[in-house]
């Protein structure tokens, strides 16, 4: 690849790595506002159930509904931080240029999984929309709660996305800036 060819690359990458960072600051606030939300309605749906024997089913549903969407959003931003449980007992030892693409058709795999999981998510929420299924306590549909493997699921393409352009690059172009850092991955390693 010319030296030119790398450099617009590069650029590319730098973008997507911006982008990235400030979608995952969105991400942060969503998932903070998330949990907030199911920590305030679990805390009210314990006073009401132990201190006035008042008990409302939606509310327990969406307390657990909105840890689900906090959990499902965040796959994407700590897939791109690195933040994830890793084993490496084979890879730790490769060779950097060997390193690099066991690190890109991870990001590749990584890639392909979400995408899957994104359609079939989607195919999901569509079938029980079109069904009008409820949710098991009957209080809101169904689709709801489901929607939030597809959102999930879409935003981590998008992160798998940009983390393939960042390993990609660091294939072609090793020493560029833009390429990957190493990784904050928790790892375990079972050789040590």
């Known amino acids: 690849m010319s030296a030119g060819a790398a ?33 305030g309605i679990t805390f009210l749906t314990v006073i009401m159930r132990y201190g006035f024997g008042y008990s409302e089913q939606i509310l327990e549903e969406i307390a657990r509904y909105t840890v689900v969407y906090a959990c499902l959003v965040y796959v994407g931003p700590l897939q791109a931080r690195h933040q994830h449980i890793a084993v490496d007992v084979i890879s730790s030892r490769f060779a950097p240029s060997a390193k690099r693409a066991w690190q890109f058709l991870l990001g590749v795999l990584f890639l392909a999984i979400t995408a899957i999981v994104f359609a079939s998510g989607w195919l999901w929420v569509r079938d029980l929309h079109g069904y009008n299924m409820m ?32 390993l990609g690059l660091a294939l072609v172009s090793p020493t560029d800036p833009g390429s990957p850092r190493p990784g904050a991955a928790l790892t375990v390693d079972a050789i040590n």
Do not use: H, K, Q, Y
Request: glycine letters at 12%; a positive charge.
């Open 7 to 39: 450099s617009g690359f590069g650029r590319l990458v730098d973008a997507s790595n911006r982008a990235s960072a400030a979608l995952a600051r969105v991400i942060d606030g969503f998932g903070i506002a998330m949990l907030s939300i199911s920590a």
């Open 135 to 166: 949710v098991i306590g009957g209080t809101m549909p169904a689709w709801i709660p489901s929607l939030s493997v597809p959102l999930g699921m879409g935003l981590a393409v998008l992160f798998a996305l940009a983390e393939v352009l960042r």
